[in-house]
Antibody
Framework: EVQLVESGGGLVQPGGSLRLSCAAS????????MSWVRQAPGKGLEWVAN????????YYVDSVKGRFTISRDNAKNSLYLQMNSLRAEDTAVYYC?????????????WGQGTLVSVSS | DIQMTQSPSTLSASVGDRVTITCRAS??????LAWYQQKPGKAPKLLIYEASSLESGVPSRFSGSGSGTEFTLTISSLQPDDFATYYC????????FGQGTKVEIK
C-alpha cells in the first residue's frame, strides 16, 4: 500500500525557516517524480514544487522561488521541502504527493498533509 | 502561465442528479488535464487523468471530456458520497489547479 506521511509543520514567525519531510513507503520511491502542493485555510490547491526521480530537475511556483528548496533522499525514501524567509501567505497545509508520468504530470497519491502557520 | 478557471464555484444538487463541472484553460493544454475530489479535512483524490481516463477504483459514474481549452467533469447520478469540492489541474506547462467547485446538497 502506498503511504506518504508528512511531518515538520508548525508555527513559525515571519522570516523564519522550517523543513518539511515526507516519508514514502509501499512503492519504488526512486522511480517517481515527487511534489509538494499546498492549501491555504479555506482556499484551493496550489502546486508548490516538483522534483525528478534523481533530483536533477526541480521546478517551483514563482511565489516560492529563491525561498523554498525541494530535495529528496532516495536511500531513505524521503522527500523534503526547506522553507526559508517564510511569509504569512505561506500559511497552509502542505501535502506531499506522488507524481505520475515522465514529467510528473498528475498526482495519484497524497499524504495527509502538515500544517504550516506563519505568524508573529 | 496557464490559468485554469472552473465554473460554477458552487453547485447545489440532489442525490440522483446529473452534475457537470466546467474547467477552462487560458491556452490550449491538449488533453493534459486531471480532476480531483476533496472532502473537508482530507487530501485530494485523483479521479480522472488525461482529460478522460478514469483512475483505477473510481466509480464509473464519473467521466471527463474535452481537449484544448475546455473540459468537463460529469457525475452521471450524484451519490451521497460525492458531495465534495472538485478541482481540475493542468500539466501541459508546469502545474496549475483551478479554484475549485463545491458540490453541495440542495
Amino acid at each position: 500500500e502506498v503511504q506518504l506521511v508528512e511531518s515538520g509543520g508548525g508555527l513559525v514567525q515571519p522570516g523564519g525557516s522550517l523543513r518539511l519531510s515526507c516519508a514514502a513507503s509501499g512503492f519504488t520511491f526512486s522511480s517517481y517524480w515527487m511534489s509538494w502542493v499546498r492549501q491555504a485555510p479555506g482556499k484551493g490547491l496550489e502546486w508548490v514544487a516538483n522534483i525528478k526521480q534523481d533530483g536533477s530537475e526541480k521546478y517551483y511556483v514563482d511565489s516560492v522561488k529563491g525561498r523554498f528548496t525541494i530535495s529528496r533522499d532516495n536511500a531513505k525514501n524521503s522527500l523534503y521541502l526547506q522553507m526559508n524567509s517564510l511569509r504569512a501567505e505561506d500559511t497552509a497545509v502542505y501535502y506531499c504527493a506522488r507524481a505520475v508520468g515522465s514529467w510528473g504530470y498528475y498526482f495519484d497519491y497524497w499524504g495527509q498533509g502538515t500544517l504550516v502557520s506563519v505568524s508573529s | 502561465d496557464i490559468q485554469m478557471t472552473q465554473s460554477p464555484s458552487t453547485l447545489s444538487a440532489s442525490v440522483g442528479d446529473r452534475v457537470t463541472i466546467t474547467c477552462r484553460a487560458s491556452q490550449s493544454i491538449s488533453s493534459w488535464l486531471a480532476w480531483y475530489q476533496q472532502k473537508p479535512g482530507k487530501a485530494p483524490k485523483l479521479l480522472i487523468y488525461e482529460a478522460s481516463s478514469l483512475e483505477s477504483g473510481v466509480p464509473s459514474r464519473f467521466s471527463g471530456s474535452g481537449s484544448g481549452t475546455e473540459f468537463t467533469l460529469t457525475i452521471s447520478s450524484l451519490q451521497p458520497d460525492d458531495f465534495a469540492t472538485y478541482y481540475c489541474q493542468q500539466y501541459n506547462s508546469y502545474w496549475t489547479f483551478g479554484q475549485g467547485t463545491k458540490v453541495e446538497i440542495k
